[in-house]
Each structure stands twice: as structure tokens, then as C-alpha cells.
């Protein structure tokens, strides 16, 4: 595959700075374009901005002049594909500008997910749902489109689930234990946090509920039809740094046996495997048999933090079977969501 | 009421620790015994153990010659009423020699918990149980008693189903975050909690699940018939010092408005309360109207540590309502929860 | 004593809420008044701001409308008293203003703290350093005045120094390990402190060398003379919500003897014993004989937070002696320290 | 250079897991055997404990079938070459017993760290110090050798020093902010931690002044003389899970100027370096400019975590200069040290 240029809308914020990370010697895309606020325009990303990550600025990056949100500016144009880190509250008309102006936006925002036309992909699950664009380009008159991939939670909720939709998942209620990476920086407060537990992340419930359907849904005649299974969800943040942990109750058309639910999670391997993505990690889900895994401190960081990690599969008193569920939040369940994302695209001729 | 005395089996351990700094300046039970191992035994406290909560040992405490573990020794006899905070592999037959002696013994173990002539004892829930004892004395050729209370994880559930129980409670799914307190000294490495979440505690979920049945189950034919609803728990240990939060989603026989809850919830006192018992809070649940709350480092000290506090009471997309529950559990989930069920023996005239 | 009522210059704010806090059933001081920016000013005080300490917003200071940072403005007049919680980005002007307008501002902000006369007090130490205060008016053409309390590790440190001063203090490198509540609210992130440590805080290192000395120094001739100790510190935040320990290590005059030192230590009393003000601690150190005490989260709240914890006195390889000190940053450090001052005042007459 | 064989002593152990995960892949040493003790020996290591560290245990290692803790055995013989891990409490006569039988002991232990005639050893600082071994052969008549490494805080202290050490140290007082990793598992309760800091670790202060004297000593006349600098130690253990933090003032022989230092820090390259050992860092030492760096958990786990992070020099007001330095403690401070002294002595012919 050639090496195309790439750029990161939102490229000074936080999450910004994973998907700089992120592509890191990334084999088919070439980090060359960083576009930010007007604050920041016209600086170097180093003099832009602080490093909030681990480590230090990588050093190509730090180098690269960060440029207005726009198509093209004073200091060139974007290359075709740009990633989106922008914050919700500015990255609706953005992004619509620059799929006008022929770009691809990969999207971690979450303002464009549950728009009908716009594909809300996690890359092992729903490869289809790209056919969903076509109709994007046409309706809306754009050159580009515009691509988006879950909330973090939701990502690895759903990456446990795939390989059990087979079976009729009907009901879900799901509990979850979020680290504070993903509420950014400076994000929540250590007052909140330290020693605490916070029950509540606004929206958080409401996103993963709508989310899951939307993901897990076919496509069908020309629409995304969700899947027609009823989620709730409860939303607490916990003293963690990466890693989100999810409690998850199942009930299915008919009950199945928890070893086939296990085998189904310990074989499943999805497009990003069969293609070789770059950033695929080898097994999508590993299923940990010990009695107390998944751990987001110890376990998310492993695969490259590509993989969902899932334990504790067991029969459940009230609906049929329960289970753990636990990735990296910042890298599965965003920057490398998106990464992923696109070399799905890249593979099926979409940044050509 | 008149000043009794009061001892404690397991003195020297942590939830020993818990009775002792509890039972400070209460006003009808004074501490003049402390049982414990052989090792400990013939020592004074503050020789035998060091002090693992905050602060420092209470000085009256701190002279107590421990005894052994027996209901009268070469150091005396231990007092009528014996708490009993003994660590289970040891509890079973030393609770029962103390029974068996005449002792009431009002124990925080698990030990004899789920036999079906010992009351599980929520003192604002199930006052009525008390009647099960006859048949205990009886059946057991007893002159003294043994009560129990439940974990402390269940205590905090229970607490705040208490009031829906006349909606009639079918099925319920709880998640738990607990703090690393309720594990005792040493407990929980830091190694395994700090910066990440634990997914499992041994019996946990087991427990949640046959306690809660019990505890809010009727008195009627000389039985304690367990309430006849599903429980599915999802038991995790957080990185908290003291407090565990449970989140809830409860599917009634039929669907109430969230308001009516609400509505017992804040309104709801019992026995405790009607009577006065000292360790009782005034309102043993206090419902927290915002959407963050209760939060376990930041709530559950107040009222003494006896109150639950219960919040973000809400529609289930999946059963019928959700909600959230938090309590102290080493105060109201053990020590606090102990005393307060002497105290309504107390007034029954069974520690007479 | 009679009742006088009082006010909280910056009551909106996380300093101004534990002002709130500790001032709830003060025997002389009612809270009638509160000062605030423009943006809160007209509304009560539960609708201007979300309460950040543990448990809710005291009810009666609730009800209190916000008035703006004036003597007097439409909402009325500030009393006599008013304690300035204000941030240090404004306080210097507003504070001046009420000195001149002929209040007493005891204020926590650094703003005036190294003037040279204003006095920087600790209740316990430099009492006599009031006397500045007939310089300040005159000079400075005031009705009112302004005293000031140090910086919060200042405060710990200088606590366990006072008793030791007399032994000739020459030279002293402390290192900190400090809260995340003496940052305020939302202060530090999380994602910087969960599992680390910042060996960095903004200025305090200054603040703790230069303030030291004042707070050491003499009042003599119309003027407060800095005791000529070098000081040098480390300044670190870690992972703890409250209380700061210091690490000590001291040069004398002449090397004392360990035990004479402990011994100067527990014994120390002063003005606030001798004249019983009501927020003095019975014992204004605490000398805790553990080998691993004190700790923040253990000790700090004790004797109502305005104890300063000292351990660990032992023999320093390098300079002459040892030790630990420690102290709860937002009660002894910050509010309590301010109204412990304005006690001392209050039986000066200086609030007449 | 040709691949050895390897065993570790105390393989089941934490610190055991900490050399097995550092010799994946290595290219000189292969992990061919682990000793423990009698419970564990028989078992493949998978059978005979749980894996501590993240992640899962290595396949390889965890077939190994563990030997008793003796040269040979019914399991084989152990190689030439072990690393050891023991605990202390039964680490002398073991370590004894390998030399005696002709094996090159690497021990992480503490037992003979203070020996005359046992190297102390910094790989990068004072490989001359091997010279020692002669005499420990000849005067205790041993076929094979003990090589020990110091305290993990210890080494991270001392490689930031090295390159000052020209400069003529004479006093230093250090703080350190330690992980809990160093204690081991389960090491420190999570009851004593969370929120907290404890200032006082067993013997660490005291390992800390003397050790460092030694590290830094000169070889001459067939002897180590130990560095004639005063040292003082505060240890304080963090809630941080990797990396001890430690704050350093330093007095020399004749001040120098801070850039100077900055200068020689920046530059320091050694033995491992220019011999290119396979676990050496290419900058054992990386200066960081940051005002708040370096912070243990973003910065220890760079450099593969052999690297030692320095920041903050600047004037000391009471000694010459202050500094900080921070290192990961398992790796850097433990099992890396180690190997990397291994690997130095397969470089002297000293495993032939």
C-alpha cells in the first residue's frame, strides 16, 4: 500500500495528541498537517501546545505548523484524509466543511454518529455499513464524507458483543468503571476522583444505549436498521488512568450454553484480521480465564491496546448470561478506532 | 435504659478495630472485654495489636486485658452480650460454644448467616425475624442466641429496597464498586488496586444474591420465607478507602412511577427511628436529588456512617426503574449495623 | 464573648466553602455575609455555586445572598469582620479597599503577605506581630486592616518549628508532600496525579522559604525582623485529598538533644491555649511516637483538623536533627488559621 | 556473543517475575531454570504461582519446571550463571552455598550488599569495583562469585549523582517518594496507601546513606573506599505503582555552576554505553527541561525503563544545588540492574 499524507483536526487537544501518538511510524499514513483554533495557527505544534502524554512530544510532530480549521488556508491545503479530535462543541460545522471541500473525515466527535447517512463503524463489526456513503455523498452533494466511530464505552462494549449477535442478544443492562483519560484534559478534576467513585458522565448513558443499536444493526435496503435490542446502561467514573471496564448482563432470543458464547468470543476474527490492517490487532477479543481478569491497570496496554479483553463469562440469575468486558479507552475506544477505520478505507478504494 | 456490659470476639482484628472505636461513649453498652486468639490472649490490647484505623487507639480500649476466645477463662468471663467480629474460618464453633454458654452472641460473620433459625438481621427491614430465636433456643437446646447481620455490600442494597419491597421487587441486576476496607487489614495489595478495578470478590455475588432474599423476606410460620425475587450481582473492588456504591435496576410486578418511589424512599423510618435506638440515624435513607450523587468518599461519613444514601432514581430501558445506593461498609455494612441490632434486642428484653 | 456577625470576601469559591464550613456554629462569629464576583452577586449562594466539600451546603449559609465585592452596595454593608478568600488575581485591590473603608480583612490570600507591614500571622507563634498593625493604619491613612495568614505547607512547618526556635534554628531543607486540595477547585487533574507525583507547585518553594522567616522573626522596633534561618524546600503534590506532610531536616546553634527537643515539642502551648479561642486545639502539636506516623489521611482531621502532627525526631547524618510534620491544609492551613487570628484579634480588641 | 543459559533464584517470587519478564528475548541470556522453595519445586511455574505483573505470564517461563533451591538437584543443576531474587530473610546461605559450588550469583538481595568484598554495583558507575571479586575468591575459597546491585532507590539516587561526583560531593540530604511495587507482593496494604503517604520504610534510609557511599567509593589498594560524603535520607512511600521519586540537595567540594551540572548530566555516557551491552540505555541519563518533570508515572517505563530521569537543578539555598531524579524501580532499580551488571561480567570474561 502507498503512504498517504494525513492530518488531525483538533491536533493540539488531548485526544489530539493520541492520534498523534497513534501514528507514530504508521506505515500507510504520513502525519503532515495538524489543524486547530486561531490561538494556535500559525505555531509550531511544540510552542502550540503542552505534551499531556506519557513521555515526551514526539520530535517530527513537534516540528509541524499548525494551521487553521479550514479546507485550506494561508499555510496549504489538507491533505484528503483528516482525522477529527475536535471538541463536540465546535466539530459539527468543521467537519461538514471539509467533507463539502472533498476531504474524508474520520470522526472521534461524537456530532455526527446517529446522523442516518453517516456510518458509526467499529471496524470488526460493521465493514458494511460503508455502503451507507454513498448515499451521504449523494444527498448531502459532497465530494468528501465523513466517517465516525463510537464512544470509548461503547466500543468495547460492543467489540464483546459481536461475536454474540448470532445468538439474538434481546435485553443488556451494562454497568461500567471509566477512567478519567476519557474525559481529556484537564478533564476531571482529582478532587472528584481521588478515592471516589463519580456515578455520573453526562450523556454517557444516553450515547451507549443508542450507539450499540445503531452498530450492531444491519444494513438493509440502502439504511442502517439497529438492532432491536433494549440496553441500559449505568455510567461511573473511577480512579483509573486507561482502560474501561464494563459489567454486562445478556438476555438472548434463546439461551445459549456460556462455553459456546466463549468459543464464539475466542474465534472471532473479523475483516481487520482477514486484510491484514495495519493496526488490527491479531485476536480482536482474548478471553482471560482467570477469575479476576480483565484488569484495566493490567491487562489494556497489552495487543497494542487494539484488542477488548473479556473474562468472567457465567450464567446470569435474572437475564441469561453475564460477563467483563475491559479496553483502552483513549487507543481502541478512540484514536486507534479511527486509524483502524480509515484502513478499512484506504483497502476498499475510499481515499483514493 | 441501664449501662450493660459488652464484649468482642475477634478484638484484636480490624472489624474488631471497627466495634471498639463504634462502641465509644455509647450510652447503654460498655466495652470490658475483648476476646481473641491464644497469642493475644493475657495481654493488654495495646500490647497485643496495633491500631489500623485513623487515629490513635482509644486509651480506655487500649488497657483491656484480652482473653481467650472461650466463654470463661483465668481472665473471667466475658460479659452476656459478645459481638462478634471474628474473621469466618474461625467463627463457627466459637460462636457456637458462646451460644450454647448463654451468651448472646450478635455477629458480624458469615458463619451462620444463611441457617435457617438464625435471623439475618437489617434492623430497619426485618425487626420480625427476632421471632425466628425460639425456635432457635428450642431446636438447638440453647440458652443463649446468635444473630447476625448480612455482608456489607447487601446491607447497602437492601437498605435502599427496603421501601420498595410493597411494589413488589420480581428481578433486580446490581453492580458493586467497594471499597478496599471491606476486605480488612492487610486486604487488598496495593499492587492489585491502586490506579485499577478488581472485577471479582470470593463469594460475593453469592452472597448479594442469597442475602438479599432472606433479609427482605416475611416471618410466617414459624419461618423465614426468602423473598421470591431474582438477584443477579456484579461484585467489584475500587480503589476507595470506606464506602460501597451499588448500582441497581429493579423490574417491579408492576411498573411504579419513579416519583413514588422517590417518594418512599425519602419518607421511609421503621423501628429504629420509632424507637429511638441510639445508633439509629434519623432518617436511615436520604435520597440526594443531584445527578453526581452519592459518591462514596464524599458521602457516606455523614449521619454517623448509618445512614444509606440512594440518588439518580430513574426509568430502566430494560426492567422497570434504576437507581444508586451507597454506605458505609465497615459503619452501617458491620460495626454500626451490629450494635444497632443489639440495641433492638435490647428494647425487646433479650438481653435480659 | 458576645456574637458579632461576619463576612467571606470570594465565599463562592472552594477556600470561601471551607470558610463556610468551619465558621458553622462558631460561638462568636455569625456568618451574615458573603462577597463574590459580579456573576454571582444578587443570587443565594445554593444558586451561585455547586457545593465541592464532602457531604451539601450548610442550609442557613445557603439562603445567604451573594453581594458584590464592595463595602457597601445595594445588597447592604459588609460587617466589621470579613474573611478574604478571594484568589490572588483580585485580591489585592479589593482588600485594600475594605482596610480602607475601615474593615478588618483577615485574609488567606498571598496578595499581602510580605508587605512589610502587614503581619503574617500563625496564631500560636508570632501573636506579637500584631502590633505592626498601628504602622499599618498610620502609614497607610486606614481606618480598617489587614492581617494575613501563610501559605498552607508554610503553616505545617513552621507549627513544629515554633517550640524549636529557641534552640537556635540556622538551617533547614524541608521536602513536601502536599494535597490536591490545597489547589482548590477543580485545581489539579487527574490525569497528572492518579498513580504519580508532581514535583512542582507554582511559586511555593519561594513562598515557604521567604515566609518562614517572617513568621520565625522577632517584632522589634516598629518592625518585624525575618529570623536569619536559610530555608530551602522541595515542593511536591501527590495523590492525597487533604493534609500536607513536610520532611524536615534542621541545623542549630547548637545541636540539641533529640529528647529535649520531643520534649519542647509536646509541650508547646501558646496564646490561643492560654486564652482558650475557641477554634485553639487543647494541644497545638501532636508528637506521635509510631515510627511510620504521621500520615495525611490518618491523622490530619483529628482534633478537628487544627493539630499539627509531629513524628519521627531522630538524628539527621547531615544537619543536626530529623523530623516530620503534619497538618490538614484546608483547616489548619487556610480557613482555620484565619479564624483562629481573628479570635486572638477578637480578645485584642482590635474588632471593636 | 554467544547465548548462556540463565536460572533465577526466588523465581516464583514478585521480584522473580520482574528478571523473567526482562529476559523475553534477551539475546545473550536464555531462562533455562528457577529455583524456589520446597512448596513450589516440581511444578511448572504456571502451576506453581500467579503472574503479578501486567499482562499474562510468558509461555516460555511458565513451562519451566522449578528446582529446589540447591546447585543440583533431582531437577539438574542449575546454570552457571543465576540471578537472585530471594527475599532476604533467606537469601545468605543460599546465595553461600551457588558461590561455593562454582556459580556466578547476581543478587538483587540485600545480604551481602555491605560485604567488604562483594562489589556494589552501578554498571554505569563503577565496574572497576569488579576488581574486588579476586579477593572474595581467594579469601573465602569459592569457585564462583557474588555480585550484588543496590536498594532501588538507592541506584536511582546514585546514577544521577555520577556525574557530579567529579565535582566533589560532600553533603547530600535526600526525600524519596517511593512506588509500592518496591515492597513486593502483596507488599503494602491498599488500607495504608490510597490517599496517604507513609514516611517510613524499614531500614531504607539507613540502605540509602550507606550504600551510596559505597557506589560511589573508589577501588584502590585491593579495597572499595567508600565516598567520605555525609548522607541523609527521608524515605516516604506514594501511592504511585512504578517509579521512586527522589529530591536531592547536594554540597561540593567547591560549588559549581548549575549549567555545568545540567552540562555533565546531559553528557554521561559509560562502560555499558560504549560496550553497547544489550540492556544498556543509549542515554543512561536524560535531562528533562520540563519545570514539573520528571513525574515516575509518565516518565520511568522510557528507555525500555533503564534510563534515570533528572530535572529541576537549580540553586539550593541552604547546600549548593538541589535536583530531582526519578527511575523506574523494578526495572532500572532491580532486575535491569542486575542483568546489566551480567552482562558487563560476560563482557570481563567472568562467565566463561
Known amino acids: 500500500m502507498k503512504t498517504i499524507e494525513v492530518g488531525i483536526l483538533g491536533g493540539t487537544g488531548m485526544v489530539g495528541q493520541h492520534f498523534i501518538r497513534f501514528l507514530q511510524g504508521h506505515p500507510w499514513f504520513k502525519l503532515t498537517w495538524l489543524g486547530a483554533s486561531d490561538r494556535s495557527a500559525g505555531k509550531k505544534l511544540k510552542d502550540a501546545t503542552s505534551w499531556r502524554l506519557d513521555g515526551e512530544m514526539p520530535a ?74 454513498k448515499r451521504q455523498q449523494t444527498e448531502r452533494g459532497w465530494k468528501g464524507l465523513i466517517v465516525t466511530n463510537p ?25 461500567t468503571m471509566q477512567a478519567v483519560s476519557g474525559a481529556g484534559y484537564p478533564g476531571v478534576a482529582s478532587m472528584d476522583i481521588l478515592g471516589n467513585v463519580v456515578p455520573y458522565i453526562g450523556s454517557e448513558e444516553e450515547k451507549m444505549q443508542q450507539e450499540t443499536q445503531k452498530i450492531l444493526g444491519l444494513f438493509k435496503d440502502d439504511a442502517i436498521v439497529p438492532l432491536a435490542a433494549k ?26 450454553a456460556v462455553k459456546d458464547l466463549q468459543f464464539a468470543v475466542e474465534n472471532f476474527r473479523s475483516v481487520p484480521q482477514e486484510r491484514g490492517l495495519p493496526s488490527a ?72
Open 60 to 133: 517530527d510532530a513537534a516540528e509541524i505548523v499548525v494551521s487553521d480549521s479550514l479546507p485550506s488556508s494561508k499555510t496549504g491545503s489538507a491533505p484528503k484524509l483528516v482525522f477529527s479530535a475536535m471538541d463536540a462543541s465546535v466539530a459539527t460545522e468543521i467537519e461538514r466543511a471539509f467533507a463539502q471541500a472533498g476531504h474524508v473525515v474520520v470522526s472521534n466527535s461524537r456530532n455526527h454518529r446517529m446522523d442516518e447517512d453517516v456510518p458509526l463503524m467499529v471496524t470488526e463489526i460493521n465493514a458494511d455499513h460503508l455502503r451507507i456513503l
Open 151 to 175: 464512544n470509548c464505552s461503547t466500543i468495547t462494549l460492543t467489540m464483546a458483543l459481536a461475536p454474540m449477535v448470532k445468538f439474538g442478544i434481546q435485553r443488556l443492562i451494562v454497568a
Open 281 to 352: 490487532p491479531v485476536r480482536p477479543l482474548i478471553y482471560m480465564p482467570q477469575q479476576d481478569r480483565p484488569q484495566p491497570r493490567r491487562d489494556v496496554t497489552r495487543e497494542n491496546g487494539m484488542a477488548v479483553f473479556v473474562g468472567r463469562l457465567r450464567e446470569c440469575p435474572v437475564l441469561d448470561v453475564k460477563f467483563l468486558a475491559c479496553g483502552h479507552n483513549t487507543i481502541r475506544g478512540a484514536a486507534g478506532a479511527a486509524v483502524l477505520n480509515a484502513e478499512l478505507m484506504m483497502t476498499e478504494g475510499l481515499l483514493d
Open 231 to 256: 440496553v441500559s446502561a449505568h455510567c461511573n467514573r473511577v480512579a483509573v488512568v486507561d482502560g474501561h471496564l464494563v459489567t454486562a448482563s445478556v438476555e438472548f432470543a434463546e439461551k445459549p
